[in-house]
């Protein structure tokens, strides 16, 4: 035990964690950008994304993996942060000159980027996670559904944001509705969150431009004939990463992406129907009394 334990405090044993936790890290990220942009193929393939990630394992599995991420940030800040300090100890000051020469603009800036990114996540986290950043409203607007006793119809017409999920009936079936789609709109409703937002994962870019090719080089697989070929690979992951996140922000503030009360269970058009039937329903109904 303590065997492993002091391989993993040795400077190697640190660099595998690095390597290892921004595996993880490298792995998530991907998954996350590739569900965010289901926002583009309309709000109910991303409600029903989110509502299956978080129906998908129970909650306390849900939280087991939530802190599996957290404790890989924080095991990656920890070697990050103790291997620089390490390095400022042995390093001489002239040798420091030399290697800001030859390093790569993304290799000078992993700490300060680092340090930004853990600011953002933390933010983040409080703006989607836990849905309490005090100027966003994460309640509204509630569903209005209409029962009819002949038909049991219930015409969902909004769906809330995420805070109160609320049961409706959809092809028969009750199901819980969460409006995600419009939680990230109204999120983006605010310049400043999304520039914050497009600032962040371009430094996320640039972190990973970096990252991805010194995580290989931990692993022991950049040598000379991979070198440039994985730095290409860590470049191309980085912009598709940026590129990936940041189209959301960007197309909310466009007005590409717009809000959609009903959280997809219908279109528009088909509430104002299912509406206007009932409407005469009941009208009907009020007649034969
Ligand atoms: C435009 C960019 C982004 C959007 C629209 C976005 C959207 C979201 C949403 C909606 C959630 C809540 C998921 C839910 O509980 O239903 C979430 C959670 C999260 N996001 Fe993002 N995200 C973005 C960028 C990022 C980036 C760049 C990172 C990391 C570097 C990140 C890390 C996380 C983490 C760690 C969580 C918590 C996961 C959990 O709840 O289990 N996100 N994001």
Redesign the pocket.
């Known amino acids: 035990m303590s065997l492993i334990l002091s391989f993993l405090q040795s400077t190697i044993g640190r660099k595998s964690l690095m390597a290892l936790t921004g595996f993880v890290l490298v792995v998530f990220?991907m998954g996350?950008m590739l569900g965010?942009l289901q926002i583009f193929l309309g709000a109910e393939a991303i409600n029903a994304y989110?509502y299956k990630?978080?129906n998908l394992l129970p909650a306390s599995a849900l939280w087991a993996?939530?802190l599996f991420?957290i404790a890989c940030i924080a095991v990656h800040v920890w070697a990050a942060v103790t291997l620089t300090l390490d390095n400022r100890k042995a390093r001489p000051q002239n040798y420091y000159k030399k290697r800001v020469i030859q390093a790569t603009y993304s290799s000078r800036t992993m700490r300060m980027s680092g340090i930004i990114?853990l600011a953002f996540?933390f933010f983040?986290?409080a703006h989607?996670?836990v849905r309490s950043v005090p100027s966003m409203k994460y309640n509204e607007p509630g569903v209005i559904s209409k029962k009819l006793d002949a038909s049991n119809y219930s015409i969902p017409t909004e769906v809330p944001l995420v805070k109160k999920g609320e049961a409706v009936l959809k092809n028969g079936q009750k199901i819980m509705t969460f409006n995600?789609h419009d939680?990230?709109i109204a999120g983006f409703k605010s310049k400043i969150v999304s520039l914050f937002?497009i600032f962040?994962?371009g430094l996320?870019c640039l972190h990973l431009t970096h990252g991805v090719s010194s995580m290989f080089q931990s692993l022991g697989i950049r040598n000379s004939f991979w070198r440039i070929r994985l730095d290409r690979f860590a470049l191309f992951y980085g912009w598709t990463v940026f590129l990936g996140?940041?189209i959301?922000?960007i197309a909310a503030l466009a007005g590409i992406l717009t809000a959609d009360p009903s959280g997809g269970l219908t279109s528009h058009a088909q509430i104002l129907k299912n509406e206007a039937i009932a409407h005469e329903l009941y009208s009907q109904e009020l007649t034969l009394r």
Do not use: C, G, K, S
């Open positions: 990220v996350h965010n989110a990630l978080h993996v939530r991420l990114l996540i983040h986290i989607f996670t995600v939680m990230m937002y962040a994962t996320l996140f940041a959301i922000p």
